[in-house]
């Protein structure tokens, strides 16, 4: 099968049709009249057929040529909405940035985030997904449209790179009616492990952090596994068991007496928020803007 037309050349050819000669048709196109010529002349060949009768007095469309450049016509406008819909699509791709981030970040970091990015950039319309850690990067490694991800585990999954984006404490935080909350000397990290506590689920970066810092004092099963900061805090605020939570998730309670922190003495509840991308993929866009904005 021969390979078909180029489209300029094609251009050409309804120019000659509209314009009744080679010459007018390459000064409209701005090219020079031989260079015209032998794209004709190309144009046949491929084509098979004579499109052009060429006279003194200018080129005029064979019966053959005729129909040739109505099919072009069609063709050279569907190439120009073909093109139109892809500049479209980049401008509404260039104008939309997708973020899938752990429940601590979108809760208590992204709404300051987005409202700086807002400022620089004012038209991006921004698709927030909230999960956790491991959803998150599962996401941006997947087939999802996820531009960026935000977790804050202390492990990162390969494939991924990653930029610091803050840092994390987490609190061990009790109702004031439990005992904890009246002791005059911090909790240590044993007894932290031997109390059965509402913790996040398996997955969730503060359930993670937590479960290895804990893990060589052999901690005991959990009293409630929740799926949300909201729940773990409802949980705690009701006296059912301590909680372990980011400070971020409980300023607003320790704040409003719902809830009261518990030093622990020998324990170093923190952890690296980090911003997430495919490992080879360059950051461009709304998602480098949202990333500058928040490291500088």
């Known amino acids: 099968m021969p390979a078909p037309p180029d ?11 509209e314009l009744g000669s080679v010459g007018r048709a390459a000064r409209a196109m701005g090219i ?20 052009l009768v060429r006279t003194p007095h200018g080129s005029t469309l064979t019966t053959d040529g005729k129909l040739v450049v109505a099919w072009a016509t069609a063709l050279l406008a569907a ?19 997708r973020i899938a981030a752990s429940m601590t970040i979108a809760e208590a970091l992204l709404p300051r985030w987005l409202s700086d990015l807002r400022r620089s950039e004012p038209d991006v319309h921004v698709g927030l997904t909230v999960t956790n850690s491991t959803e998150v990067a599962r996401l941006v490694l997947g087939d999802s449209d996820i531009d960026l991800g935000f977790v804050e585990g202390p492990t990162l999954t390969e494939g991924l790179a990653s930029r610091v984006v803050g840092a994390d404490q987490l609190i061990v935080v009790v109702a004031p009616a439990h005992p904890w909350a009246r002791r005059r000397r911090p909790l240590r990290a044993a007894e932290v492990a031997a109390t059965p506590l509402v913790v996040r689920e398996r997955g ?16 005991v099963e959990p009293q409630l596994e929740l799926g949300s900061n909201a729940a773990v805090k409802g949980a705690a605020v009701a006296g059912i068991a301590p909680a372990v939570l980011s400070r971020h998730a409980v300023e607003t309670d320790l704040a409003a007496g719902s809830l009261a922190e518990v030093p622990v003495e020998d324990l170093r509840l923190e952890r690296r928020l980090r911003a997430v991308w495919p490992k080879g993929r360059r950051l461009t866009g709304p998602a480098a803007a949202l990333l500058r904005t928040i490291v500088g």
């Open 79 to 97: 190439a120009e909405e073909f093109q139109g819909s892809l500049t479209a699509l980049r401008a509404n791709r260039a104008a939309a940035l």
């Open 7 to 17: 489209l300029e050349s094609l251009r050409l050819l309804v120019h000659v049709a």
């Open 32 to 51: 020079a009249q031989p260079s015209a010529t032998k794209r004709l002349a190309a144009l046949e060949r491929r084509a098979g057929l004579p499109l």
């Open 204 to 219: 969730s970066g503060t359930r993670e952090t937590l479960d290895r810092l804990l893990a060589r004092f052999g901690p």
